[in-house]
């Protein structure tokens, strides 16, 4: 089993950046997979970026050279660099996990970009 943390959202302004945290309960080195998803008001949960056990990375369009995901394998923590903050990136971020085939999500840390 997994346990997610998220934290680092907050109130921004367009242009801006924040960074994201997930501290795992396990060592993350044994993870298959870590990531970010986000959920905007009325609309469904998307995937935002992954990075896989092995270090590869992959980025949605959308967040493509604005955001940069990463781990610390010491900190069992993956963050999420976001620079360049738009309003429509306003939802619910959160962090999930796959391990053993079961996906673990966090509690959803709440980002909102003001125009």
């Known amino acids: 089993q997994v346990q997610l943390v998220e934290s680092g959202g907050g109130l921004v302004q367009a242009g801006g950046s924040l960074r994201l945290s997930c501290a795992a309960s396990?060592?993350?080195?044994?993870?298959?997979?870590m990531g970010w998803y986000r959920q905007a008001p009325g609309k469904q949960r998307e995937m935002v970026a992954s990075?896989?056990?092995?270090?590869?990375?992959n980025y949605r369009d959308f967040v493509e050279g604005r955001f940069t995901i990463s781990r610390d394998n010491a900190k069992n923590t993956v963050y999420l660099q976001m620079n360049s903050l738009k309003p429509e990136d306003t939802a619910v971020y959160y962090c999930?996990?796959?391990?053993?085939?079961?996906?673990?999500w966090g509690q959803g840390t709440l980002v909102t970009v003001s125009s």
């Open positions: 999930y996990a796959v391990y053993y085939g079961i996906n673990y």
């Open positions: 396990r060592t993350i080195s044994d993870i298959n997979a």
């Open positions: 990075i896989l056990r092995g270090g590869s990375t």
